[in-house]
Each structure stands twice: as structure tokens, then as C-alpha cells.
């Protein structure tokens, strides 16, 4: 091999070359006409991997697999494992009763037929819509979820429906009461479901989010000055491949079709010693059940990293819009279902950002002071779940905490009232005609954790009241309180769920490695705030369906291959059967004390729709952080440069007349001698004497 040829990481997604080398083997053995639903990476085992990464000259490099889905051209779905070393097919499986992801171009289909199919064109002629509009008639084919009257051996989608009067009308706006099943495979429309209680098409003016639209009410406000970000450096940031090392970080950036972003191998490089944090973190499933109990609403609760793909569903990013600055992008490479490449450019974008102060501390007695300020470090992707989208913010600080951060905006899904039509409670009228259905949305964040090692055991922490009573010698005063600790030592009892009045948390403790001064273990602290429980009731099909969301945190031992915690076909599982997380975690006697495991986090919101969200959503912000305890002897981020810093001492000395004049007001005051500008803002300055 050419020297310049880099061979892959074994991380690294499969590219485009790998992928249609997947395609060509499976093509030679199984024929022309399948429909390429999956071709991803298999992750490299953790055991092979891990010897690999401790020593990458000597250990063997491991190989690299794609894991494939097809369908057959009956519908048949077949799951396989490729070696792209040896060009063979290792594993083939055909499934029965299991419905593989959802890619966009089967999203496209269902709109074409939808139109031409007869049943649908007498409903909406029913709902007010002449036949010869039907080209303004839309729709958002979700999978069906799970219909008992079908179950899963079909592949099926609801079709929810719409009218757009103007092609630039937001179409949420005008929904329709009827909702047809359409069959991908053999490309028709099977049922219609039809309420009894029928809606015609709304005759509101429309209101938009367009220019035009805007422009209708009033026009953009003008009072907007230009904000720039430059960094005439460049980034402070260092790519390797897909590695990247900033600010002490070092990582690997994945992707794949299903969680899009993945990190692995987390380290923090701590005064020479490169320090692992964590072995792999991602988003691995989310749900958005929605609240209304009429049928056939009760389908309506999308698992969308499962049924359609947060990877599939990402959308290509673009400078000063959706990132500003100095920006660093990556792709992400997938097969068509014909077997070709789709390239979405620009699926990840990764750059810093000034974030405020770091640290700062004045003394009142002489204004003697140090303030430094924090950069971050972002790692985004955004994807569109057909009416919303999920900007998803992975935020490295330089004091060694991590921040998924999720940017929740996009429209409402919406369905359609009568003027005269009482929402019950589920939903909320939004706009004249519009109900916006009550819901949720509930994300699974998965945590391989490797604080100081593999081997790790879980705490529950909660702030608690010392049990001794007012007046006793214990508490004579009443005001002792504690840190509670528990450990969460098996499976069962890591179940557990968050308490804001005991302002839970989850320490990732490595029992091991005790901190010198604290005593306590070294560790990793999950700090998640924002955590409904889930609204579907115990029995319900959600809560069947979704079992990860019945706790806020589930612990189980790492065994390979245990990645998507609803199963790894998600489409219209019906629950019945326990899968993913459910069943790696049924045995509750498992031991998880100071084991290599997985913390598993459901965490988001609860939606009660209001006008404000409508007819576009500001973006409503959900966050939590992961943040070291324990782990550093102390602050480890008093290194960073400071904008400014005065001491006792220097404040003395100028008193006294010795030393440079400072005049702090004109230092903090005027724009042309800020005490950024002569105080070395880059960072390159360091502390200095006050120079002003
Ligand atoms: N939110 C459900 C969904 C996602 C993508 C495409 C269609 C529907
Ligand atoms: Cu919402």
C-alpha cells in the first residue's frame, strides 16, 4: 500500500468505498434487486479494540465489518455481517415478523401514491379539497408504529395528512382527520382510518415563517447589528483523521445511520497522564409519545432514532447558519436503497466558541481580582424528524465536563379541530383549526463509562437531612445535612429515578482509585436535571414499546453488541416480546459493582403546546452535564490564561505609587483599551502586572 494511504481507524465509519465494496459482495451473492437498507460499520469488539488502543504497533488491527440490512424484494428482510478483509459474507440472517429502519427515500414514496389513490381523493373531497388540487395535498408517512390489526409482518407507514394552499404554506397549519396505511412494499394504500367525527379542511388565513409571510405581519426588525466571530489564529482544535484533541480532550468522532454522532475512546490528558473517561457515548434512542386518546392517535409515538435514524435524518450544514466561525466539518457516507452512495456534506460541524467565564474572583477589601474566560468546544449535527428538529450540541469545557445539549425547534405536529371543538385537555389550539397534541420527548443517552478503567460502579447521590432530630447532641441545632451515597450494586437496584427534592445525581465512580485529599472515589457525575417520567401508563404500548423510558436510569454490565436499548429493529415491535434494554436488564440479581458497564439515561421534556410554538418554534433547549469529581487534585483549569488579574500586592504598590497607573475604569470602559486588548485576549499573555 501507497505510504499515503491512511488506513481507517477501526471507528472510523465505513466510507464510500467500504460501503460499495459491502454492496458488490452481497450483490454477487444474492442477486440485483435488493433494497440496501443498512451498510454501517460493526464496531470492532471491545475486548480486541481495547488491546489495539493500549498498543496499536504491536496488537492486531481489528477488521473491519459492515453490518448490513436488506430487504427482499418480497419484503423478505435479511440481517448480515460482511468482512471487508477477506470480501465474504460472514453471517446471514432472514428475519421474520421484524421491520428494519426507515430510510428517507422510502419517506418519499408514500406521498406519490397517497395522491393518486381514489379512497384518499374521496376523503379529501369530503374534507372541502377539489380533485384537481391534489398536488396540494402532502403527507408525513411515519411508520405505523404498531397496529394490532396488522401487526408486523407488513411493512406499513400512517400517512398523517395535509393541504398546502401556496407550495411555500406551512402545511401544519392545514392537517386532515383522515389517516391512510400505506404499504411500501407493494407500493398501495391499504385502509383508511376515518374519524367519526369529521373535520373539513380549515379556511384560515394561512400564517408563515417564510419572508413573505413575515413581511404580511409587519415586516423583519431592523435593529440588528452584525455580530462576527473571527479567529485570526485559526482553531485550537487538532484533527487527526477523526481524531481530535483540544484543551487536553482527545477523542474519536463516529457516525453512523442510526445515533449519527458517536464518541469514543474519551480521554483527558491530566499533566502528562492521558486519562480515560469514557469508552463510547452517543444518543441511542429516543421517544415522542403524544397524549391524545382517540384513535388512531395512540400510533403516534415516534421512537426516532430507532424507526427512522438520527444519522438518516441529518441534515447538511451550512456556514453562518447553522454553525459560525471558524468551522471544521465532517460527512457522513450511506448506501441508497439501489445500492448506490447518498453523501450528505457537512453532517457534523465541530468548532469553539467563547463561553463566558471560566473563573473569576475579586477581593472586596482592594479590588485586587482574577477573571479568566472558558471556550467550548461544539460538536453538532442536526436532524429533521419530519416536523421537528433536533440540534444536537455535544459541549467539551475545559474542566473536563462534558454537555450534550439539545436544541429542540422546528413545527408542531399538528391535527386538525372544528371551531366549535373542545380539546379535552390533550391538545392545545395553537392556531384557528390547529390542535397540537400534548407530548413528549424523552432521549436515551448511553454511557460506556471507563472513569480511570473499565471497571466502574454507580452511586446514587442525594442531599438528605441528618437523620438526627433537632436538640439531640447529634444536630442540636437542626442543620446538618449530607451527601447520601448509595451504590448501586446490581441491576435491579440501579433502576432508579431522578429526585428534584433530594437534587439527585449519578456518580460514575471508579472504587478503585481514591481521591487523596476527599477520600472518595475518582469519578464522573451525571448531573441531569430535565427528567419526566413517562406520561404513557404502566401496560400501556409505549411503555411496552419504550421500555428504557420507564426509569430515568438503567445500569447493565457491557457485553458487545448491546448498543439501541429499543431493540435493534425498531418499526412496529408491539412490546410483547422484551427487547433491548428490557432484556438485558430482566436478570435484576446481575452484579454492576466495580464491572465494566453501561449507564443507560432517559432524560428530556414534557410538551404542552401554546401559540408561541407555533407556526415555527423558538428553540426550546434541554441539557445536562457530566462532570468531574474526585477525578482532578483540584481546579485543573487554573492553567488557562487569564483576560485579567491584579493582586493584593500589585493593588498595594500602586497605592502607594509604585508601579504602572491603572485606571480600572477606563481599562473596563473603553472599547479601545479593554483589559482584554492589553491584557493578551488570545491567551498569549498570560497573568500580567496591570500594565494599563
Ligand atoms: N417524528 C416521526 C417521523 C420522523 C421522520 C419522518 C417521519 C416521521
Ligand atoms: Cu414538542
Given at each position: 500500500?501507497?505510504?499515503?494511504?491512511?488506513?481507517?481507524?477501526?471507528?472510523?465509519?465505513?466510507?464510500?468505498?467500504?460501503?460499495?465494496?459491502?454492496?458488490?459482495?452481497?450483490?454477487?451473492?444474492?442477486?440485483?434487486?435488493?433494497?440496501?437498507?443498512?451498510?454501517?460499520?460493526?464496531?470492532?469488539?471491545?475486548?480486541q479494540m481495547t488491546a489495539w488502543?493500549?498498543?496499536?504497533?504491536?496488537?492486531?488491527?481489528?477488521?473491519?465489518?459492515?453490518?448490513?440490512?436488506?430487504?427482499?424484494?418480497?419484503?423478505?428482510?435479511?440481517?448480515?455481517?460482511?468482512?471487508?478483509?477477506?470480501?465474504?459474507?460472514?453471517?446471514?440472517?432472514?428475519?421474520?415478523?421484524?421491520?428494519?429502519?426507515?430510510?428517507?427515500?422510502?419517506?418519499?414514496?408514500?406521498?406519490?401514491?397517497?395522491?393518486?389513490?381514489?379512497?384518499?381523493?374521496?376523503?379529501?373531497?369530503?374534507?372541502?379539497?377539489?380533485?384537481?388540487?391534489?398536488?396540494?395535498?402532502?403527507?408525513?408517512?411515519?411508520?405505523?408504529?404498531?397496529?394490532?390489526?396488522?401487526?408486523?409482518?407488513?411493512?406499513?407507514?400512517?400517512?398523517?395528512?395535509?393541504?398546502?394552499?401556496?407550495?411555500?404554506?406551512?402545511?401544519?397549519?392545514?392537517?386532515?382527520?383522515?389517516?391512510?396505511?400505506?404499504?411500501?412494499?407493494?407500493?398501495?394504500?391499504?385502509?383508511?382510518?376515518?374519524?367519526?367525527?369529521?373535520?373539513?379542511?380549515?379556511?384560515?388565513?394561512?400564517i408563515n415563517y417564510h419572508p413573505?409571510?413575515?413581511?404580511?405581519?409587519?415586516?423583519?426588525?431592523?435593529?440588528?447589528?452584525?455580530?462576527?466571530?473571527?479567529?485570526?489564529?485559526?482553531?485550537?482544535?487538532?484533527?487527526?483523521?477523526?481524531?481530535?484533541?483540544?484543551?487536553?480532550?482527545?477523542?474519536?468522532?463516529?457516525?453512523?445511520?442510526?445515533?449519527?454522532?458517536?464518541?469514543?475512546?474519551?480521554?483527558?490528558?491530566?499533566?502528562?497522564?492521558?486519562?480515560?473517561?469514557?469508552?463510547?457515548?452517543?444518543?441511542?434512542?429516543?421517544?415522542?409519545?403524544?397524549?391524545?386518546?382517540?384513535?388512531?392517535?395512540?400510533?403516534?409515538?415516534?421512537?426516532?432514532?430507532?424507526?427512522?435514524?438520527?444519522?438518516?435524518?441529518?441534515?447538511?450544514?451550512?456556514?453562518?447558519?447553522?454553525?459560525?466561525?471558524?468551522?471544521?466539518?465532517?460527512?457522513?457516507?450511506?448506501?441508497?436503497?439501489?445500492?448506490?452512495?447518498?453523501?450528505?456534506?457537512?453532517?457534523?460541524?465541530?468548532?469553539?466558541?467563547?463561553?463566558?467565564?471560566?473563573?473569576?474572583?475579586?477581593?472586596?477589601?482592594?479590588?485586587?481580582?482574577?477573571?479568566?474566560?472558558?471556550?467550548?468546544?461544539?460538536?453538532?449535527?442536526?436532524?429533521?424528524?419530519?416536523?421537528?428538529?433536533?440540534?444536537?450540541?455535544?459541549?467539551?469545557?475545559?474542566?473536563?465536563?462534558?454537555?450534550?445539549?439539545?436544541?429542540?425547534?422546528?413545527?408542531?405536529?399538528?391535527?386538525?379541530?372544528?371551531?366549535?371543538?373542545?380539546?379535552?385537555?390533550?391538545?392545545?389550539?395553537?392556531?384557528?383549526?390547529?390542535?397540537?397534541?400534548?407530548?413528549?420527548?424523552?432521549?436515551?443517552?448511553?454511557?460506556?463509562?471507563?472513569?480511570?478503567?473499565?471497571?466502574?460502579?454507580?452511586?446514587?447521590?442525594?442531599?438528605?437531612?441528618?437523620?438526627?432530630?433537632?436538640?439531640?447532641?447529634?444536630?442540636?441545632?437542626?442543620?446538618?445535612?449530607?451527601?447520601?451515597?448509595?451504590?448501586?450494586?446490581?441491576?435491579?437496584?440501579?433502576?432508579?429515578?431522578?429526585?428534584?427534592?433530594?437534587?439527585?445525581?449519578?456518580?460514575?465512580?471508579?472504587?478503585?482509585?481514591?481521591?487523596?485529599?476527599?477520600?472518595?472515589?475518582?469519578?464522573?457525575?451525571?448531573?441531569?436535571?430535565?427528567?419526566?417520567?413517562?406520561?404513557?401508563?404502566?401496560?400501556?404500548?409505549?411503555?411496552?414499546r419504550a421500555g428504557f423510558a420507564?426509569?430515568?436510569?438503567?445500569?447493565?454490565?457491557?457485553?458487545?453488541?448491546?448498543?439501541?436499548?429499543?431493540?435493534?429493529?425498531?418499526?412496529?415491535?408491539?412490546?410483547?416480546?422484551?427487547?433491548?434494554?428490557?432484556?438485558?436488564?430482566?436478570?435484576?440479581?446481575?452484579?454492576?459493582?466495580?464491572?465494566?458497564?453501561?449507564?443507560?439515561?432517559?432524560?428530556?421534556?414534557?410538551?404542552?403546546?401554546?401559540?408561541?410554538?407555533?407556526?415555527?418554534?423558538?428553540?426550546?433547549?434541554?441539557?445536562?452535564?457530566?462532570?468531574?469529581?474526585?477525578?482532578?487534585?483540584?481546579?485543573?483549569?487554573?492553567?488557562?490564561?487569564?483576560?485579567?488579574?491584579?493582586?493584593?500586592?500589585?493593588?498595594?504598590?500602586?497605592?502607594?505609587?509604585?508601579?504602572?497607573?491603572?485606571?480600572?475604569?477606563?481599562?473596563?470602559?473603553?472599547?479601545?483599551?479593554?483589559?482584554?486588548?492589553?491584557?493578551?485576549?488570545?491567551?498569549?499573555?498570560?497573568?500580567?502586572?496591570?500594565?494599563?
Amino acid at each position: 500500500m501507497p505510504a499515503d494511504v491512511r488506513l481507517p481507524h477501526p471507528f472510523d465509519p465505513l466510507s464510500k468505498e467500504e460501503i460499495e465494496a459491502a454492496i458488490a459482495i452481497i450483490k454477487k451473492a444474492h442477486g440485483d434487486n435488493l433494497l440496501f437498507n443498512v451498510i454501517s460499520l460493526q464496531e470492532p469488539r471491545k475486548a480486541q479494540m481495547t488491546a489495539w488502543l493500549e498498543n496499536p504497533a504491536s496488537a492486531l488491527r481489528p477488521v473491519r465489518v459492515a453490518d448490513v440490512v436488506v430487504i427482499c424484494p418480497d419484503g423478505k428482510v435479511c440481517d448480515g455481517l460482511v468482512d471487508l478483509q477477506k470480501g465474504t459474507i460472514t453471517s446471514w440472517e432472514e428475519l421474520d415478523g421484524l421491520q428494519p429502519i426507515i430510510t428517507v427515500e422510502e419517506l418519499q414514496m408514500a406521498e406519490h401514491v397517497v395522491r393518486k389513490d381514489p379512497r384518499v381523493i374521496e376523503q379529501c373531497k369530503i374534507s372541502g379539497i377539489a380533485e384537481e388540487d391534489m398536488d396540494k395535498v402532502y403527507c408525513d408517512p411515519w411508520t405505523i408504529g404498531y397496529d394490532e390489526r396488522w401487526g408486523n409482518k407488513t411493512r406499513l407507514q400512517q400517512a398523517l395528512m395535509y393541504y398546502r394552499p401556496d407550495v411555500d404554506d406551512c402545511q401544519y397549519q392545514y392537517p386532515l382527520d383522515f389517516c391512510p396505511i400505506f404499504d411500501p412494499i407493494r407500493k398501495e394504500i391499504i385502509h383508511i382510518d376515518i374519524p367519526k367525527v369529521r373535520r373539513p379542511l380549515s379556511k384560515v388565513p394561512a400564517i408563515n415563517y417564510h419572508p413573505a409571510g413575515v413581511q404580511k405581519q409587519g415586516g423583519f426588525r431592523s435593529d440588528l447589528k452584525p455580530i462576527n466571530i473571527t479567529q485570526p489564529e485559526g482553531v485550537s482544535f487538532k484533527m487527526t483523521g477523526r481524531e481530535i484533541e483540544w484543551q487536553n480532550w482527545k477523542f474519536h468522532i463516529g457516525f453512523n445511520y442510526r445515533e449519527g454522532i458517536v464518541f469514543n475512546n474519551i480521554t483527558f490528558n491530566d499533566k502528562g497522564t492521558e486519562r480515560p473517561i469514557f469508552y463510547r457515548l452517543s444518543l441511542v434512542e429516543m421517544v415522542v409519545p403524544y397524549g391524545n386518546p382517540e384513535h388512531p392517535h395512540q400510533r403516534k409515538h415516534a421512537l426516532d432514532i430507532g424507526e427512522y435514524g438520527a444519522g438518516y435524518m441529518t441534515n447538511s450544514l451550512s456556514l453562518g447558519c447553522d454553525c459560525k466561525g471558524a468551522i471544521f466539518y465532517l460527512d457522513a457516507e450511506f448506501p441508497t436503497r439501489a445500492g448506490g452512495i447518498r453523501t450528505i456534506k457537512n453532517a457534523i460541524c465541530i468548532h469553539e466558541e467563547d463561553n463566558g467565564i471560566l473563573f473569576k474572583h475579586s477581593d472586596f477589601r482592594d479590588d485586587s481580582v482574577i477573571v479568566t474566560r472558558a471556550r467550548k468546544l461544539i460538536i453538532q449535527q442536526i436532524f429533521t424528524a419530519a416536523n421537528y428538529e433536533y440540534a444536537i450540541q455535544w459541549i467539551f469545557h475545559q474542566d473536563g465536563t462534558i454537555q450534550p445539549d439539545i436544541k429542540l425547534t422546528g413545527i408542531l405536529n399538528t391535527y386538525s379541530m372544528n371551531p366549535d371543538e373542545d380539546t379535552n385537555g390533550w391538545g392545545t389550539q395553537v392556531y384557528p383549526g390547529v390542535n397540537a397534541h400534548n407530548h413528549q420527548h424523552l432521549f436515551c443517552l448511553r454511557i460506556d463509562a471507563n472513569v480511570d478503567g473499565p471497571k466502574n460502579t454507580i452511586f446514587a447521590i442525594d442531599a438528605v437531612q441528618a437523620e438526627a432530630p433537632v436538640g439531640s447532641p447529634g444536630n442540636y441545632y437542626g442543620n446538618a445535612f449530607y451527601a447520601q451515597r448509595t451504590k448501586l450494586a446490581t441491576v435491579g437496584q440501579a433502576k432508579t429515578e431522578y429526585s428534584s427534592a433530594t437534587m439527585r445525581t449519578w456518580d460514575i465512580c471508579n472504587t478503585n482509585k481514591l481521591h487523596p485529599y476527599s477520600g472518595k472515589p475518582s469519578s464522573y457525575k451525571l448531573v441531569s436535571r430535565e427528567i419526566p417520567g413517562l406520561m404513557p401508563k404502566p401496560g400501556s404500548l409505549v411503555w411496552k414499546r419504550a421500555g428504557f423510558a420507564r426509569h430515568a436510569v438503567h445500569v447493565t454490565k457491557y457485553r458487545d453488541d448491546e448498543l439501541w436499548p429499543a431493540g435493534r429493529h425498531v418499526p412496529q415491535t408491539s412490546g410483547e416480546q422484551e427487547v433491548g434494554l428490557l432484556k438485558w436488564s430482566a436478570d435484576e440479581s446481575e452484579s454492576i459493582d466495580n464491572e465494566d458497564v453501561v449507564l443507560w439515561h432517559t432524560f428530556g421534556l414534557t410538551h404542552f403546546p401554546a401559540p408561541e410554538d407555533f407556526p415555527v418554534m423558538p428553540a426550546e433547549p434541554i441539557t445536562l452535564l457530566l462532570r468531574p469529581r474526585h477525578f482532578f487534585s483540584n481546579n485543573p483549569v487554573m492553567d488557562v490564561p487569564p483576560s485579567y488579574c491584579i493582586t493584593p500586592s500589585q493593588v498595594a504598590a500602586k497605592a502607594q505609587g509604585v508601579g504602572p497607573a491603572f485606571d480600572k475604569n477606563s481599562a473596563y470602559a473603553k472599547p479601545e483599551k479593554t483589559c482584554g486588548s492589553c491584557h493578551g485576549e488570545n491567551g498569549t499573555n498570560g497573568t500580567t502586572d496591570g500594565a494599563h
